[in-house]
């Protein structure tokens, strides 16, 4: 069984920084492409970042050149620095794992994490 616990969301004012982290259960992570989802009120969840194991790195626009996505493996955790917060980073960041395999492709989720960016 997988599960992803994330933390660090807050209450920030814009310009600010905050960083999440998600810690992962199971034997899946080393395997996974991990990522960070954003799901802001009336709006569906959308790719924020993401990092293969192979640390190839995606990011949404919105988020190149102010936030970065990390991990460890040896600690099954994935981080999300986030710099220079905007009003629109507000929402729930949920930590996703993705294992792909010759079956199919798999999916699981944390339960969220509030971060709110406003003064």
């Known amino acids: 069984q997988v599960q992803l616990v994330e933390s660090g969301g807050d209450l920030v004012q814009p310009g600010g920084s905050l960083r999440l982290s998600c810690a992962a259960s199971?034997?899946?992570?080393?395997?996974?492409?991990m990522g960070w989802y954003r799901q802001a009120p009336g709006n569906q969840r959308e790719l924020v970042a993401a990092?293969?194991?192979?640390?190839?790195?995606n990011y949404a626009d919105s988020a190149k050149g102010r936030f970065t996505i990390s991990r460890d493996n040896a600690r099954n955790t994935v981080s999300l620095e986030m710099k220079s917060l905007k009003p629109e980073d507000t929402g729930v960041y949920y930590c996703n794992a993705k294992l792909t395999t010759y079956q199919g492709i798999y999916n699981y989720w944390g339960q969220g994490t509030q971060v709110t960016v406003s003064s």
């Open positions: 990092i293969t194991n192979g640390d190839s790195t």
């Open positions: 199971g034997s899946i992570f080393s395997r996974s492409t």
